[in-house]
Each structure stands twice: as C-alpha cells, then as structure tokens.
C-alpha cells in the first residue's frame, strides 16, 4: 500500500512498497490506519500519484499544452527512428542498380539498422540519468541530421553502410525516452493513455517508411529523394525541440527550497536543452555515470523483465515478419510466383497496418482505463499491475486468425485482400498489447522507468532484427501455410505465458 512518508512541503508524498506494487487510486482509502488529505484529479475521487508539490517547476504543475507538445516531440522522435530505417525498404532496387549488388546485399544495412536502433537504447538511456532527457534528445537529433545527410551525400557503398548504422544509432532516442518522458510529466492514471499517444505514433513509423517512399520511387524514379524526406522530417523535429522542449528530470528528493533555480525565457530554456544547466547542477541531482549504467543492467535481471520482453519481443516480431514477407511477394513478378503490384499499389497496401494501429489506439485508449476503473471498484479502490495485462486477452481471438490469413493467402496465391485483412487484424492486437505489456512492467518498476523502456525497445529491436534472416526462406522452404501456422502457435504459447506471469508473476518482483 502506499504510506504517509516525512517531508518537507505541506503536501503529504506517497511512497510505493516495492515489494507489494499496490496502488490506491481513491481518495476514501485509509492510508497507516488515518485518513490523509491529498490531492485528486478533477473528478474530485482519483488520487494523483505522485503527489505535485507547490513548485511552478515541477513537471507536473506544468500547463496541459506544455505538457502534450513534450509528448507529440518525444513521439515525433520515436516515429524518426523507424520511419528512417523503414524508408530503406523502398530503395533496395535501385540503389543494387546503382552500385552493382544484389538485393539481398543492398539490403544489409536495413537490417543492419534495426538493431542499432536497439543497441542505442543501451547506450542513450543511461545518459538521461546521468545528464537529463532535453539534452541527451536534442543532441542525438542532431547527430541523426547529420548522418542523414551522409547517407544523401556519399557516392561509396561502404560510406552509406557506416552513415545507415550511425543513423539508426542517433535518430532511435525517441523510442528509448518516451517513458521516462511519460514518468516525469503525467500522474500514474495518465499513463496508460500517454503511453497509447507515444505508441500509436511510434508504431505506425515502420509502415509510414515504405508507403511514402513506394510513392516516391513510383514518382520520382530515384531514391535520394527519399532520403531527403528524411531529412527534412529530422530537421523539422529539430525545430520543435527548440521550440517547445524543457529538461523534464525533477529530483523528488530534494526539498523545494534547495531545487536548483530554473530561469524562465528563451536563452534559459535553451541552456537546458543544450545540457549546461545539468553540468552546472549535477551534484547531488542527477546520477553519477557508473551508477547510471549499472542500474540498468540490475534491472535487467530482475526476473519479471527478460520473461516478459521476450513475449513482447516474439509477437511484435511476426508483425515485422509479415512486412517482410508480404512486401516481397507482393511486388515479386506473377510469372516468378508473386503478385506483381507496382511500387505506387504497394504504397497503397502500407495504409492497411496504420488504419489497423490506429484502430487498436481507439480501442485501447478507453479499455485500459476502463479495466483499472473496474478493477477498482471491485478491490476497495485499488489497483495491482497485473490488471494491465487482461487487455491483451481479446487480442489474442483476432491475431491468431490473422496470421493463419496472411499464411493461406500467400501460400495458396489468393487475392491480396486476404493479405490485407490478415496483416489488420494482427497488426490491430500488436498496438493493444503493446500498450498493455508496457504499461504492466512499468507499474512493476515506475522507479525504473528509462531502464524498462530501454530493454523494452531493445528486445522489439532484436526479435525484429532476427525475423529478417529467416522469415521469407521460411516460408519458401516449408510453405508459407506452415511458417505462418507455426507462428500462430507462437502466439498462442506468448499468450499462455501471459496467462502465467499475470498469475504468477508477484513471485518474479
């Protein structure tokens, strides 16, 4: 439960017992045996946890407005990370035409790219501990820019193969961030909407990759302009960190009066985002190095993670599977056993996995709450972290059929629109329980925030990696009925698991 703990302000601070991740979300609970006044949301019940302070600096007493345009530039950097490693898909063909390699070659650094935005997590995260999240964002979008602009200004293959590593490894902070974004600014029954805002924008990068750039190579016959959107997608984020960004880390505890000064105004907002205010102020506020990379591997042995980042990893990594399989195929000639759909008609296709994620954003962004309200109201206003995890049950009865679809159409060579319906209906259930399996690890760990999200984003990053180098000779090799039917298994074994960490799963905190 959550007790009375001693401090300095007026307001009573709520201290959560790691080993017990019992939340009370109503004001008419007893906290230590008395009745204690705190501070509730506007619907006049709901405890705002953590309690906000009387400071105007405190991230949380922020105003709304500055609040979401954090949010949306956070996200925005988040989708900057897929999108640009996806936009590579549409240029494989030309770019093996131009420097005389094979499409499998041309493809390396794709591939190449998907895991170095997973391994930059490691590297990033823990800089946010130690330096802050305004700094650590805003210098890796420059550096993106930049390696974006070696990719659009090289004419060796060799230099592109090192600019796509770096550029992956800089534009992928987002996707790392978010929830320590989320942790810092919103109170704990926001952040599963918060979450699903963050998601749904990240989630749909991967697929937004190829679409716009299909239409590009349809219309424009060459690939650099492609990059070029890049670019200016990277350049465009830019602007709005320096327009809207602020260093979101409030150290709770440290009393308000000894807080270190944050100036109002442009120039000073700047000094924050450029990381001098953090240097000026990093004693006693913010980690030390070794400590901020330590953490994170003691996190990651915290059983509860490895289990269940590995079942997250494993159903986000068939989304990616189908991706794959389905791009290949559906422009593969009809005489070589595809479809033989023009670049611009498979632009079109793309539209099917973001209606879906979008969808499934609609969908959660009321059940999640929903379930905790529910939850609530049956547990004398409490709340446990398992209670996430009944969202992604349903997911289970349209993401399994889903994949049986994808595999039947393409084994049987039906009509493409099997293809579509089934990618949908998976690609609907990936956002849900994305949502969900985010949301439950990090009510286990909210002290941990930047950690979960790192490992999280690096086991979507790894699986999502891995799938590349036996996805499509899967299905070639036994049958793309079979390789996809195994994979529905999959599923059903992640959700069976599922099943036993929400049961079970107090005993792994």
Request: with cysteine; hydrophobic share 50%.
């Amino acid at each position: 439960m959550f007790q009375p703990k001693d401090s300095d302000s007026d307001t009573p601070e709520l201290q959560l017992k790691k080993e017990e991740n019992l939340v009370a979300v109503q004001h008419d609970v007893e906290l230590g045996g008395a009745s204690v006044g705190l501070e509730v949301a506007k619907d006049g019940h709901t405890i705002l946890i953590p309690q906000p302070t009387e400071d105007a600096n405190d991230p949380l007493n922020w105003s709304s407005f500055r609040k979401h345009m954090i949010l949306i530039c956070v996200s925005l950097g988040a989708f900057l990370g897929d999108f640009g490693m996806s936009v590579g898909i549409s240029t494989i063909v030309l770019q093996s035409q131009e420097w005389g390699l094979t499409p499998v070659v041309a493809n390396y650094p794709n591939n190449l790219a998907v895991i170095m935005i997973g391994v930059s997590s490691l590297i990033w995260m823990p800089l946010t501990k130690c330096w802050g999240c305004a700094p650590v964002f805003f210098w890796s979008t420059v550096m993106g820019l930049m390696f974006t602009l070696g990719c659009l200004l090289t004419s060796d293959w060799n230099t592109f193969y090192a600019m796509r590593a770096l550029q992956a490894s800089t534009q992928g902070t987002g996707s790392t961030i978010g929830l320590v974004i989320i942790h810092d600014l919103f109170f704990f029954h926001e952040h599963a909407r918060k979450i699903g805002i963050w998601y749904v924008i990240f989630l749909t990068s991967p697929f937004a990759g190829p679409l716009l750039g299909n239409f590009m190579i349809a219309g424009l016959g060459e690939w650099r302009p492609v990059f070029w959107l890049v670019f200016a997608f990277n350049a465009a984020l830019l602007g709005m960190i320096l327009i809207f960004f602020d260093e979101t880390r409030y150290n709770r505890s440290v009393a308000i009066e000894k807080q270190p000064q944050r100036d109002d105004g442009v120039f000073a907002r700047f000094v924050r985002i450029l990381g001098i205010w953090q240097l000026k102020h990093h004693a006693g506020y913010f980690d030390g190095v070794v400590d901020s990379y330590w953490k994170l591997v003691v996190v990651c042995f915290k059983p509860i993670i490895p289990v269940t980042v590995l079942i997250y990893g494993v159903v986000f990594m068939w989304s990616i599977g189908i991706n794959q399989s389905s791009s290949v195929l559906l422009e593969t000639p009809q005489a070589l056993g595809g479809y033989g759909l023009s670049a611009k008609s498979i632009g079109y296709v793309y539209f099917t996995p973001i209606v879906a994620t979008l969808i499934g954003e609609g969908f959660g962004h009321f059940y999640n709450d929903y379930l905790v309200r529910r939850h609530a109201k049956r547990h004398n206003n409490t709340f446990v972290p398992e209670v996430r995890l009944w969202a992604t049950y349903p997911m289970a009865i349209i993401m399994v059929p889903g994949l049986v679809l994808v595999g039947q159409t393409l084994e049987r060579h039906l009509h493409w629109v099997g293809i579509v319906f089934g990618w949908g209906m998976y690609q609907l259930g990936v956002m849900v329980v994305s949502v969900a399996v985010v949301a439950f690890i990090y009510d286990c760990y909210p002290e941990n925030s930047g950690e979960v999200s790192a490992l999280v984003n690096f086991g979507r990053a790894l699986c999502g990696f891995v799938v590349g180098y036996f996805q499509l000779e899967w299905g070639e090799r036994q049958g793309f009925d079979v390789s996809f039917g195994l994979q529905a298994v999959i599923t059903v074994v992640c959700f069976g698991t599922i099943v036993i960490v929400q049961r079970w799963g107090r005993l792994l905190k």
